[in-house]
């Protein structure tokens, strides 16, 4: 590493004086900017850009041979990316970027310090073009449609710097890098390859690890000879935002086993400790997320995300988000509720409405049981607020979904819960679930509660940590290498333990002592 | 070096068979290719750039996952270049180029076998702007000047290049590679590097090692994601040309001491071995080159490279390239005329005409005395052709230059002429130059005349070794960081000297033995 500990940041602004030039000493002004960093930096090897070489002769000139270059670390070597003026306060930028399917996550960074200097999230652009990757990728296929969708995004996140640099008070050239990670298609169309094959059969990515690219090749509004690191992926199904989401829980360091959970529209579980990482991704079912269900949505103000029901009274409990009347619930609102429903034994271990213990809650419209959670007078929108039998049922089988696949993959490893310490939950929405809710509906096992740890934005945490430190950005390519991923087989042995996790908490109640 | 010996070539073309993809091998297409050649070369730690990788899918594709890439040895590692239509012949070439200040050589080169393709050279189009380095300094400094210096250049070689890929019968994407050596200058502003600094105290290039530069950077119209190579300078007058000198001479590997002499409009010298190289530039007088004397003239059909005088009869013999009726004289000739004339005591020991020993060859005009060169009725303009008093006495001031150059030069290293085991020659004037005849001038020292070796166009030639071979670009380097340029004091020891070695062959006829 060139004689710089690899706990050293890879990005790095360094104040250099250099001695003028003279008859007797003349190494060119660019060979005379790099002896001076390298002296400084105790390292040798620095390189740099023809673009900037034209440019130093002036720069080191008009002041006085006293700059401040900032430098990055690439492939073991270090790269002159720009001379700052002198008058600028002495700090390096970088971005943290979370590429989402929905959403997209942004957070600007001191370098020097590590501190968070603003951020910010945003509808990702590509939504208008479809608001699913499957959309997307055939997208891509047709006439200019990549480079379609690699625009939308890439100038809205611009756009959004801009903005940035223009609240902040720095400059655009202060950016130095960025650190991106993403699912393997997201990562894909910012990157402008065609992801095609990630959805055709043997589903094969363009490529795996991108590493690092000059910003000028993705149009990325940061400095001109700016670096982004771009998350690898270990396959069309398992992203660069997973491999964030491992560097951000600390699993990959650790001696004891863990188990890493991501809840979105799918489930990504990831199980290991220092020594191994194996993977995998299921669909947990959509019923976990907004948008499904007739009331299911994604957390706003006003929107249900947590129940609580009197089992003697069979009054409800509700609270929203900043404490607004009630106007829809989220997905970890809907794992509370039910499980509250169950608890108090209005619905059944099938998930079923027990008619007689909801009384008057019941409604049937178009021949189906709704339960009505919320009444019109208590309601932000004037009518009833109601969960469908339907949409139960939907919730039923993304519980069962997530149990068989936790289920089916500790038993591929051969391990049991008992065997893990800890149990991660990554995503916003897995932020929100209550664990407690969680193990008595059987979607999580029943562990210590204190083994749940929410970790939120993984993927931001990780693309962060990547960008603020070369061990974490060079641990990124090694949890790659190291993560197995494995294809879970719908098999009949999946199907019948999908069928017993159909039960709550399961037709095997021994799995779940805590759960009355 | 990864593995691969650095006698290899760093331009590789590399066959390589991948097994297609299955479920249960989901590596992306990239790094499928990448494996492939880390199996196919025995090495680690292949690259790529982002824009090829989005076009290896297809590639691989449409050709069974059977290709030929492309790769390029680059600070240690190696790099994907491209990926060549399966139904080329499997060669893959390059281009040398001598960037001179008057003439531009070039050489297409099968990186392959080594074979030279086709050699070609060409007026430096620069000339339009000005003949000399230093208008074209001050050139560069007008509102673009530096560009249009830089576009002439380079689109005149892209010219030459299209035209020599019609000829082939290759694709510009087939020439992976340039290997670029030129003076200083020649080089700042093939780079667009503004050379202000280069002609004024304490004269500093922009860069001292350029090294490898991405051929899109320059607008150079080889592979897109072609290198080129450019030659380090030591100095501002100690450039890319002498650094491919003394790699052509071999001298830097030599047990024994040499000295490589290159005569142009400046005579630059080198002296060393394998452990110490001490350089030095001075001005040996325009005289030396066509353009000065009346007639003299550069190399051409008809003009005189050779002349014999039989001292008995007093009549000429004149050699004349092609064997046409002569139109001129070239530097060679002169030297080999002045040489003659003394030897048959035409002139005496200060240059000057003996009008009893002339005779009838002796002109005035103007008030000069001219010497009758040839007659009209052999000439090949119809006119005399004639060599003036003025004339003579320049060559005598560029010899006397020379050999004080040469004298001050082993003097500051404390050597003398009999430690030199060679003496290599370089340049295209210095091949055509007759060792015998510049030592009974005393412009070259009296060594045996087997230590003398012109070695031709030099920078041509070790931009050839350093395109064909890892271990000479790597030497580039070498020499440069090992070469001593030292200036030379013109003190009132050196211009003592230079008094001395104005007569013929020099006031200490000691010094020249086997002179008559």
New interface residues.
């Given amino acids: 590493m060139n004689g710089l500990s690899p706990q050293e940041p890879w990005i790095r602004r360094i104040p250099v004086s250099m001695t003028p030039?003279?008859?007797k000493?003349?190494?060119?002004?660019?060979?005379r900017l790099i002896k001076g960093l390298e002296k400084a930096l105790g390292i040798g090897?620095i390189?740099?850009?023809?673009?900037l070489?034209?440019k130093?002769?002036?720069v080191v000139r008009e002041r006085g041979y006293r700059v401040e270059a900032v430098l990055h670390e690439e492939?073991g070597?270090w790269r002159v990316a720009d001379v700052l003026p002198a008058d600028r306060v002495g700090s390096v930028c970088g971005l943290a970027v979370d590429l989402g399917t929905s959403v997209i996550a942004l957070r600007l960074l001191d370098l020097s310090t590590g501190e968070v200097r603003e951020e910010t999230s945003f509808l990702n652009p590509q939504v208008e073009i479809g608001p699913d990757i499957l959309t997307r990728i055939h997208f891509a296929g047709q006439k200019g449609g990549l480079k379609r969708l690699q625009s939308l995004l890439v100038d809205r996140l611009n756009q959004e710097i801009l903005s940035m640099v223009e609240r902040r008070g720095i400059l655009i050239r202060e950016i130095a890098a960025a650190s991106v990670a993403g699912n393997t298609t997201m990562t894909h169309l910012f990157?402008?390859?065609?992801p095609?094959?990630i959805c055709r059969?043997?589903?094969?990515?363009?490529?795996?690890?991108?590493?690092l690219?000059p910003s000028a090749?993705?149009g990325l509004r940061i400095s001109d000879r700016g670096t982004v690191f771009v998350f690898p992926?270990a396959?069309?199904y398992f992203g660069g935002d997973l491999i964030a989401g491992i560097l951000a829980s600390g699993m990959n360091g650790e001696e004891e086993i863990s188990i890493l959970v991501d809840v979105g529209t799918n489930a990504e579980v990831v199980l290991g400790n220092r020594d191994w990482l194996v993977a995998c991704a299921g669909a947990a079912g959509p019923a976990l997320e907004g948008g499904v269900a007739g009331m299911g949505m994604m957390a706003g103000p006003g929107v249900i995300d947590k129940v609580v029901i009197d089992a003697a009274t069979g009054e409800f409990h509700v609270r929203t988000i900043e404490g607004l009347p009630p106007v829809g619930i989220c997905g970890s609102g809907m794992i509370d509720l039910a499980a509250q429903l169950y608890l108090a034994r209005m619905i059944d271990i099938r998930g079923k409405y027990v008619a007689e213990k909801c009384g008057e809650r019941i409604q049937t419209i178009d021949g189906v049981q709704h339960l009505i959670v919320v009444f019109p007078e208590d309601s932000g929108t004037g009518g009833t607020l109601t969960l469908s039998q339907v949409e139960m049922d939907g919730l039923m089988r993304s519980k069962a979904a997530m149990h068989t696949i936790l289920t089916t993959m500790i038993r591929m490893v051969h391990l049991e819960w008992k065997d893990f310490r800890k149990f991660y939950v990554a995503g916003t929405f897995g932020s929100y679930i209550n664990p407690r809710s969680a193990i008595v509906l059987g979607m999580l096992p029943d562990l210590a509660l204190d083994a749940y740890e929410a970790l939120g934005n993984t993927s931001l945490a990780g693309a962060t940590m990547a960008l603020l430190s070369l061990r974490e950005r060079e641990a990124v390519d090694e949890i790659r290498d190291r993560v197995t991923?494995v294809?879970m087989n719908v098999n009949q042995e999946f199907m019948n333990e999908f069928s017993a996790a159909k039960f709550i908490p399961h037709t095997d109640r021994s799995l779940f002592p805590s759960v009355p």
Avoid: F, M
């Fill in positions: 030039p003279a008859l000493d003349n190494t060119a002004d660019v060979e090897g390189r740099i850009d023809l673009s070489a034209a130093i002769p002036s492939h070597a990157l402008g390859l065609d095609y094959w059969e043997p589903y094969i990515p363009v490529l795996n690890k991108p590493g690219v090749d993705l992926n396959g069309s991923y294809e």
